[in-house]
């Protein structure tokens, strides 16, 4: 079975013709199959969003091998990374990053309208369908001004999913929620793991990564921990192949 992602020997460095590199990545190794759901934790300037940046096709390394679902975009131009990210990715950030004067439908379609080729009725449907996916259904059109930060998020979650992603990555998806709200949104997404959707989520809390059914923690640009975990809802029943830990190595 392909992997989904598939790391080999990720270095980046930041300001390689300076007297003072940042080394933010230190070779790092990580293999995660379709259907994984992987945490990634650790401190601030550890180099877990430098890379999400890589693993997102947001940066390129600066040495080392990143294949996404079967193809190697490690070294493609900003604008093959950027029809990649249309068509295989999926984002969901802390701050929503919702088009304010838009209605929730408008801002779902965004996604499809960049990726191109496809009529504006097909969009409509697969945007209408993403937000019926999330619970939405009552709300397509409502400005985010409208709604609460719960049911922004859940907007910010159906465009990360209208394309139909191979990866859909969350860095901190409940940041700005309360504890019920987020306990909610992390719901939703086990619900979406549960369908079949591979995820990788970025996050310094213990209790979201509590959801991930593997557990990467990272320090000084290298993994030093991988493990695997059931998730909550299947706490002490037999993990099934998604919670293997994923292939996952830090060598300086």
Known sequence: MTPVVEAEGLVKIYGQRTLNPVHALRGVNLSVPPNGFLA????????????????????????????????????LSRRELATVRARKLGFVFQTFNLLPRLTALANVEMPLVYGGGMGRRERRARATEALERVGLADKLHRPPTELSGGQQQRVAIARAIVNRPALLLADEPTGNLDSQTGQETLALLQELHAAGLTLIVVTHDADVAAYARA????RDGLIIEARPQAAPSDAGAGQSSSTAPPAAQGAS
């Open 215 to 218: 557990v990467l923690v990272m």
């Open 40 to 75: 990634v934790m650790g401190h601030s300037g550890s180099g877990k969003s430098t890379l999400l940046n890589i693993l997102g096709c947001l940066d390129r390394p600066s040495a080392g091998r990143y294949r996404l679902d079967g193809a190697d975009v490690s070294r």
